[in-house]
Structures are given as C-alpha cells and as structure tokens.
C-alpha cells in the first residue's frame, strides 16, 4: 500500500533539435520545454492558440487537453500535435520549426491590430 507513495514517477527525455530535456509524468512537453529554457513559441497554453505545434519524429505522447485549435488531416498523419495539450509516455524526439508559417503570419495580424 505506502510503496506506490514512494515509488518515483517515471522521467523521459525529449530531444528538441539538439537539446535534451528530462520531463516528468503528466508534465506537458511545453511546460518542460520551457522549464529548461526551451523557448517553443505558443500563446494560450490550453489548446486554443495552435502556435505551439511540433511534429513528433520518435516516442509517443498522449493529449491530456483537447485542443480547440485543429490540425488538418495531413498534419495528423505526419505527426503533428499541440506541445500544450501533450504528456511523454516514451523517451521523445519532437522537431520544433513545425510552427514557422503560422508564427509568420500570427506576427503580420497582431502587427496590423496595433
């Protein structure tokens, strides 16, 4: 009964381009990634924005929040998932620069509302 209390939660590494980041159980990747001063661009944190996007290039994540922002079928297929609404359940290796139009774009909109 008390050795589950003690029992230490597992730890995986994700690799971000040529970092590397320990991240624990149930913590998202966005969240450890800026932990370790990773600097994966995102704006809500909770699945609404979609600038956080990664593509997943080894391991398996598990979505913890239901994302409001889609993807579309392909960026399904190819691996695409929010680092904000995601969990390690393996060691990751996760490509960053997934984001780079949307980011492009989201900077030209907010730019022409100021």
Same mark, same amino acid.
């Given at each position: ?5 003690? !029992? ?6 994700? /690799?971000?381009?040529? /970092?590397?980041?320990?991240?624990? !159980?149930? /913590? +998202?990747?966005?969240?450890? #990634? ?13 699945? !609404? ?10 391991? /398996? ?11 579309? #079928? +392909? ?7 929010? #680092?904000?609404? #995601?969990? !390690?359940? +393996? ?12 980011? +492009? ?10």
């Amino acid at each position: 009964m008390f050795k589950s209390w003690f !029992a230490p939660s597992p730890r995986y590494r994700l /690799q971000l381009a040529h /970092q590397f980041v320990n991240i624990s !159980a149930g /913590q +998202t990747i966005l969240h450890s #990634a800026l932990l370790h001063g990773v600097n994966i661009p995102h704006g809500c944190k909770t699945g !609404a924005c979609g600038m956080c996007k990664c593509r997943l290039l080894s391991g /398996q994540v598990e979505l913890v929040i239901e994302p409001t922002a889609k993807l579309t #079928a +392909t960026e399904i297929d190819s691996g695409v998932f929010f #680092a904000c609404c #995601a969990v !390690a359940k +393996t060691d990751l290796r996760v490509d960053i620069g997934v984001n780079a139009v949307t980011l +492009t774009k989201f900077r030209e909109h907010s730019a022409a509302r100021l």
